[in-house]
């Protein structure tokens, strides 16, 4: 798979992209992740990505042209399956969201900033466009660095435990049951002890057991039915 996220910040979001799961997602080659200066796709002295709002109102908008020659530019290398936006006031982002991104061969991930992006572009190139809550961010960058590490690490092969990615929270709309390490005893504290039984039939009984409980406890939403 291939992301290439456009920004005019690309420094925001090539940390995360350097560790843990996705830098070993990159080195074994499952995914390529490309940074683009937007800035780079400006024509003017001054490299200006940014201009007032046609009818007032506070703040910037990103410029039309560099996110169409951005956007042109990438598209005339390869086909894209998605161009994604980030804004505050897209669909909002889910596990099944992810997984259904982690199948697909290129994506484009456009980095939302200042106000916004001019409305042409959504309307003539974005594809999608995707929230990551219900709170607002200064700009898209930590929303695009969310996304790609939320599908990276359910691209086949990245994470070496297969069923690791899969007993994830939220995989099954369950969260994850309570996890214990050694000691199996600190300060009289004891790991429960069906864990230290062997029995795997009963401890996969007892986590699913854990797992509707604490969903039914903390996130009671997420038993409802489906919409
Ligand atoms: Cl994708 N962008 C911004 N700026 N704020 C957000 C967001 C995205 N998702 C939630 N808040």
């Known amino acids: 798979m291939r992301i290439d996220i456009i920004t005019v910040l690309p420094e925001l979001i090539q940390s995360p992209l350097d560790h843990s799961i996705i830098k070993r997602a990159k080195e074994k080659g499952l995914v390529e992740v490309v940074l683009h200066n937007l800035r780079d ?17 506070a703040g910037m ?24 936006y980030t ?17 697909l ?19 003539h190139y974005i594809t999608m466009e995707i929230s990551i809550g219900d709170y607002v961010l200064s700009g898209g960058e930590l929303a695009a660095a969310v996304i790609t590490d ?25 969260l994850a049951p309570p996890v214990y390490t050694r000691p199996a005893e600190y300060r009289g504290w004891k790991v429960p002890e069906i864990l230290l039984s062997g029995n795997t ?9 854990q797992s509707l409980e604490r969903t039914r406890k903390l996130r009671p939403d997420l038993l409802e039915e489906d919409e």
Request: net charge negative; hydrophobic share 35%.
């Open 41 to 57: 796709f400006t024509d003017d002295k001054h490299k200006t990505v940014d201009d007032y709002a046609f009818g007032g109102g």
């Open 201 to 209: 039939k009963e401890i996969e009984k007892w986590r699913f057991e």
């Open 150 to 174: 939320s599908i990276v690490r359910l691209i086949p092969g990245v994470i070496s435990d297969e069923t690791s990615a899969l007993s994830d929270s939220f995989q099954d709309d369950l």
């Open 61 to 84: 908008l990103m410029k039309i042209e560099p996110l169409a020659r951005a956007i042109e530019s990438l598209s005339s290398e390869r086909d894209y399956d998605e161009i994604i």
């Open 105 to 123: 061969e290129n994506v484009i991930i456009l980095c939302g900033h200042y106000k916004g992006i001019d409305q042409r572009i959504r309307d």
């Open 87 to 103: 804004t505050p006031d897209g669909t909002l982002f889910s596990q099944s969201t992810a997984n259904k991104l982690s199948l």
